[in-house]
């Protein structure tokens, strides 16, 4: 598959379901999570992702609107967006609404990320049958597209929403409105609703060995033969993939830092979220092996990171933003170093922000000897100039 230039300057940021083990305060959890955020603000991370989910004690956030307003006021420069907002659970007039004031609270810096919702135990709690959430979410999704367009009103009727002359009162403080980005993991649903809306795509299970990463391409190709047969416009800059990654200055430091919480969190995965992606297995550093060797996780350095970052760029074509996925697999000061080293040597290393420092260092070093020779004589030049000035001084005193 051909690379492209989509995938030459990448953008970096963090989708954070969150992940908290059960058993601790919720409320520290959150800060810590707003913490984190302006932490990634800081270090010039570009985007975070805020999920929501109501059930299954782990994912605790219920509202990423109301998240995103605290976190808007603790940043100044991060893109939030929903991460992401789960459409059958909501009437579309109500969220688009809330969206549209949220953009205008974070001055523009909303994105909308919206899908069918992960977690069978919340749709079983709201009545909602699983086999029908997809379609759900495309008719919500082109529902709330008509609103924040906001060229006409919207009468549209389902077997689960109606709207009848409906408008929003306000408009969307970007124009015409935030991006909005539909998410992938194995199922076609989200490629097809994107290219179809002509939406952004998110691709939650990028590195997942269970067929996340196999079917990247294939995602892809069908993102642009929907957007050939609705007459849409879909870009590979704007394509975000998502992936666990912890790094430190040694694999056996990473492997060391992720000790803190890697088994709560695939154990979570196993028996609650029913996701396989790992062995089951009491052993640690069986754990640690498979997620590593089967691609789905960083867990090591630097040069770790930025091959996994490659190996996407290949297997997808080519690609705009990477998504470090929020885990805690490390206690708060190894997950914040793991954040820094990422931004300070591997985000470089994608958008051309360090080769043209090492060129000037290069070209300084090797025209070192002419540069000091030229500075010395300068030197000398001035030293004898004051002596001659001194001595004319004098004699004509």
């Avoid at 995103?68 to 969220?95: C, D, E, K, N, W």
């Avoid at 009727?157 to 998410?183: I, K």
């Avoid at 996994?308 to 929020?326: C, E, N, P």
Wanted: glycine fraction near 10%.
């Amino acid at each position: 598959m051909t690379t492209i230039d989509a995938g030459d300057h990448l953008n970096f940021g963090i989708f954070l379901a969150p992940f908290h083990p059960v058993g601790q305060s919720p409320t520290l959890a959150l800060e810590r999570d707003l913490q984190l955020i302006e932490h990634l603000d800081q270090l010039g991370f570009n985007e975070a992702w805020i999920g929501e989910h109501h059930s299954a004690g782990y994912e605790i956030i219920a509202s990423p609107e109301v998240f995103i307003a605290a976190a808007a006021q603790r940043t100044r420069h991060i893109r939030l967006g929903t991460g992401v907002s789960s459409l059958p659970y909501h009437h579309p007039f109500m969220l688009a609404d809330r969206l549209v004031l949220l953009d205008h609270l974070t001055r523009g810096r909303l994105m909308i990320g919206v899908g069918p919702g992960a977690l069978p135990s919340d749709a079983f709690m709201m009545g909602i049958d699983p086999a029908k959430q997809r379609d759900m979410m495309e008719e919500s999704l082109g529902a709330i597209l008509l609103l924040l367009e906001g060229k006409e009103p919207v009468t549209m009727e389902t077997d689960w929403f109606r709207l009848v002359g409906a408008r929003l009162q306000m408009r969307p403080f970007q124009r015409p409105y935030p991006e909005v980005a539909v998410a992938a993991q194995v199922s076609p649903a989200g490629p097809r609703a994107a290219g179809k809306f002509g939406c952004s795509l998110l691709s939650i299970g990028a590195t997942s060995a269970a067929g996340g990463f196999d079917i990247l391409g294939g995602h892809w190709d069908v993102m642009e033969e929907r957007a050939a047969e609705f007459g849409t416009t879909v870009d590979r800059a704007k394509w975000r993939l998502v992936g666990p990654v912890h790094i430190a200055e040694t694999k056996e430091q990473a492997v060391a830092d992720v000790a803190f919480g890697l088994e709560q969190w695939v154990d979570y995965f196993q028996r609650v979220a029913a996701l396989p992606l790992a062995p089951n297995t009491a052993d640690f550093d069986t754990l640690v092996d498979a997620l590593i060797g089967s691609g789905f996780a960083v867990i090591g350095t630097v040069d770790d990171a930025i091959a996994q970052i490659d190996r996407l760029r290949a297997q997808s074509g080519g690609f705009g933003t990477f998504l470090l996925m929020g885990h805690e697999w490390a206690d708060t000061a190894a997950t914040r170093r793991s954040y820094e080293l990422f931004a300070r040597y591997v985000a470089p290393q994608f958008q051309d922000a360090s080769r043209t420092l090492t060129a000037s260092r290069d070209w300084a070093a090797e025209n070192r000897p002419e540069f000091i020779g030229a500075a010395g004589n300068a030197v000398l030049s001035a030293i004898q100039q004051h002596h001659d000035e001194k001595a004319a001084k004098a004699s004509n005193a």
